[in-house]
């Protein structure tokens, strides 16, 4: 894929540390969201204007009225419609520079290895531990790097996980973080909590952030460390997990 | 000797986001206590980390930071 001739990225060009080189590795770059939510869209949102080559979008679930104070995708008109295929529908709006692969159905211990192996990277945007475990097993089996995120109240977490590129020490993955979890751990959701928007903004956004570092090679992304932050407060605890 | 644990997550929920707790002086002393005083706590999976490192069994310092962190689930 060629680095667009337009001027759409010229503000990210000019970033020192950044440049043409760190755009053309994410121009080739393909990345698997999985879960278009509160999480999903805004970091589909960021990863799409940033130029990510290649984006897969999955989610089986339907656009409902109690999404939209914080799935900022969708609209009034979108309720009832898949979310993966109209999140894919705005985003090729915002940058038809990019190809989009839309997945409308679960993502499962039988698809799951089919989808993945086609993508550098997974990102974790869904709201159950039983799909986390799945995205995060066929993850350890293809040894793709997986970006988790994830909310509680009024905090949330971040980390990345399986990662093992220019890495001396062993990938850690979400089995080895919480090893005493199963698949049908009852965890609360958004559902049973609540969650305010902006919440998913920040969580959403700092998983992008960690894409785009982990494909262009600045900073330093949260390789095996767990990010948890508090909206109440502002504060940031992250913690090595090696 | 007190030790302020920090918690988060549903772990708060039970015990405060930030509490005291007196003459623990490694993870496993820690656990024993907890639970003592927060037998919810049995039912949750939660990591210990202490200074910004996840332990299984560190001695537990004076001035360490302890935090108790349960996996999230929403997004």
Redesign the interface.
């Known amino acids: 894929m060629q680095i667009s001739n337009s001027n759409r990225y010229i503000r990210q060009l000019i970033l020192k540390g950044f440049g043409a080189a760190a755009q053309e590795k994410l121009t080739n770059s393909t990345i698997l969201v999985v879960?278009a939510?509160?999480?999903?869209c805004p970091l589909l949102q960021y990863l799409t204007a940033a130029g990510i080559g290649t984006i897969g979008i999955a989610d089986f679930d339907k656009v409902s009225l109690s999404n939209l104070h914080r799935q900022i995708l969708y609209t009034a008109n979108d309720i009832g419609a898949n979310k993966a295929e109209k999140a894919t529908a705005y985003l090729l709006n915002q940058n038809p520079e990019i190809k989009i692969n839309t997945y409308s159905e679960k993502i499962t211990a039988e698809n799951a290895n089919d989808i993945i192996m086609n993508y550098d990277i997974v990102i974790?945007?869904?709201?159950?531990?039983e799909s986390?475990l799945v995205i995060n097993d066929a993850c350890v089996h293809l040894n793709k790097p997986f970006i988790l995120?994830?909310?509680?109240?009024y905090?949330?977490?971040v980390a990345v996980l399986n990662y093992s590129h220019n890495v001396k020490v062993k990938p850690i993955n979400y089995r080895d973080?919480?090893p005493?979890?199963t698949a049908q751990?009852k965890?609360?959701?958004?559902e049973e909590?609540g969650?305010l928007g902006v919440l998913?903004g920040i969580i959403g956004t700092m998983q992008a952030n960690e894409a785009i570092k982990l494909i262009t090679g600045i900073g330093k992304p949260l390789i095996n460390q767990?990010l948890?932050y508090?909206s109440l407060t502002n504060e940031i605890?992250?913690?090595?997990?090696? | 000797m007190q030790t302020t644990i920090?918690s988060?997550?549903?772990i708060a929920e039970i015990t405060g986001k930030s509490f005291n707790i007196s003459d623990v002086s490694d993870v496993k002393s820690l656990k024993i206590k907890l639970f003592e005083i927060y037998p919810a706590l049995k039912n949750k999976?939660f990591?210990i980390?202490i200074d910004?490192?996840?332990v299984t069994n560190e001695t537990i310092l004076l001035h360490s930071t302890v935090?108790l962190?349960?996996?999230?689930?929403?997004?």
Do not use: M, W
């Open positions: 879960g939510g509160g999480l999903g974790d945007a869904t709201d159950t531990i986390r995120g994830a909310i509680h109240e905090q949330g977490q973080v919480f005493d979890l751990a965890l609360p959701n958004c909590t969650v998913c767990l948890t508090d605890l992250i913690v090595d997990l090696l | 920090l988060f997550g549903s999976s990591l980390s910004k490192k996840i935090a962190l349960p996996p999230f689930s929403g997004g």
